[in-house]
């Protein structure tokens, strides 16, 4: 025995013209409920989306520490330029305390041996770099950057006994607003031990200036060269020096010599 599917042999039922009408209001209504929700939606989204990037940190800090950067108020005040040096008396004992630590964490024997910073380069660090960072001491070392950042870390563990054992010389001449007060009391002992000179002198003429410097020598005012009033002849501008000494030579002579008749 065969199994035969049912066939429906009723006449298919047709939707009257209202029952269309209204299912096609149905729907233009569920459809333009859904079309005005999704703008609101989109916004919120939107708006969640942006507090959320708001929230989290740039991907560029995320990543590591930050770089170290150290303002050096040393800058251009010590150096071989200036009256303290390349060595300072004040900061070699802190400088060559910082260099010897253990920079490296090598256990001796194991691995090699922990060799000290060196201290020239230290000094050469506190010279010539406004900001020290792992790149600008890089820079100026000719070193790598991760060796860089252990000078720079030194810099950071000697500034501040640096800044304790400085004189009041170099302490007046940063003029840092925390020494405004030690400043002070400084520029007033300088007055009293300098005082400014009160005098009524003119200034000299372009006379007396002309005839100071034919007196010295042609060259004495010359900032390039020394003071000497002994010329030759072809050294003299003109010859007059030159004349000068021989009129004066002469003049001598005569002056010993028996008269003739």
């Known amino acids: 025995m065969f199994y035969r599917p049912r066939v429906n ?5 047709m939707l009257s013209a209202a029952q269309l009408a209204a299912l096609s209001a149905k729907i233009g209504a569920n459809a333009d409920r859904i079309i005005q929700t999704i703008p609101v939606r989109t916004a919120q989204s939107a708006s969640r989306v942006e507090q959320q990037q708001a929230a989290k940190p740039a991907p560029a800090t995320r ?21 303290f040096g390349r060595y300072p008396y ?3 004992d802190i400088i060559e305390g910082i260099a010897r630590l253990d920079w490296h964490d090598r256990p ?15 000094m050469v660090i506190l010279e010539e770099v406004e900001e020290v ?23 950071e563990l000697a500034m501040p006994f640096l800044m304790k054992s400085r004189p009041a010389k170099l302490v007046f001449d940063m003029d840092l607003p925390e ?9 007033k002992k300088l007055r009293e031990a300098y005082p ?51 009129t004066t030579t002469t003049s001598s002579i005569d002056q010993f010599s028996p008269v003739r008749d």
């Not at 990543?63 to 009256?83: D, E, M, Q, S, V």
């Not at 020494?179 to 520029?187: G, K, Q, S, T």
């Open 9 to 13: 042999t009723s006449p298919c039922q």
């Open 90 to 92: 004040f900061a070699m």
């Open 108 to 122: 001796i024997g194991k691995g090699g041996s922990s060799k000290p910073l060196s201290v020239r380069s230290l």
């Open 196 to 246: 400014e000179p009160l005098d009524d002198l003119h200034p000299p003429s372009l006379e007396d200036l002309t005839k100071l410097r034919r007196d010295l020598g042609y060259d004495a005012l010359d900032p390039d060269q020394g003071i000497n009033a002994a010329y030759s002849n072809e050294d003299a501008p003109n010859g007059d020096h030159g004349r000068i000494e021989q």
């Open 179 to 187: 020494d405004e007060l030690v400043n002070a009391a400084y520029r």
């Open 63 to 83: 990543r590591g520490r930050p770089a170290t950067r150290i303002t050096n108020p040393f800058y251009g005040l010590i150096g071989p330029k200036t009256g």
């Open 133 to 155: 960072t792992a790149e600008s001491v890089a820079a100026i070392i000719g070193t790598k950057t991760r060796h860089a950042q252990r000078y720079v870390k030194a810099i």
